[in-house]
């Protein structure tokens, strides 16, 4: 399988495919819906789900050249070790928003609106912190693949 194709199943699929179906949603029912799916798919860090993922695959592929004797072995070894921190500091963060998003959604439903302002906050926060997580698995893992060629 050429680059292209690679790039476009691994990264390109699992990160810009569930927006763009989302997108989809706007000749029916109209851009605005189709903003809102999209901003609520990725509010509370689910982005960070795809950063996982990817550092799965990631550590699959230094495996398996490690197993084969592909590549620098403490190369290898660094990268895997560094896809697992990812991974792991992906999924507290993501744990750590859906937490404090179900305490947000049980405090405003008692009453308390003050609670709402500080989670837009979050929001915002985890936002970024799922695109760039994302974007630097994407990145690392093309290197990797790339690197292993």
Known sequence: MNLFFWMLLNLGVPIVGPIFTLALVAPTHGWRVAKALIAASVKDGQLLWCAIGLCAAAVYEAVTALE??????????????????????????????????????????????????????????????SIFATSVAAVLFAILHICLI
Request: net charge positive; glycine share 12%.
């Open 68 to 129: 084969r004797g592909r590549g620098v072995v403490t190369a290898l070894e660094s990268a895997i070790a560094g896809f697992c921190v990812l991974a792991f500091s992906c999924s507290i963060v993501v744990m750590s928003a859906l937490v404090y998003a179900h305490h947000d959604r049980a405090g405003t439903s008692a009453g308390n609106r003050q609670k709402r302002f500080v989670a837009g906050a979050l929001s915002r926060v985890v936002i970024g912190a």
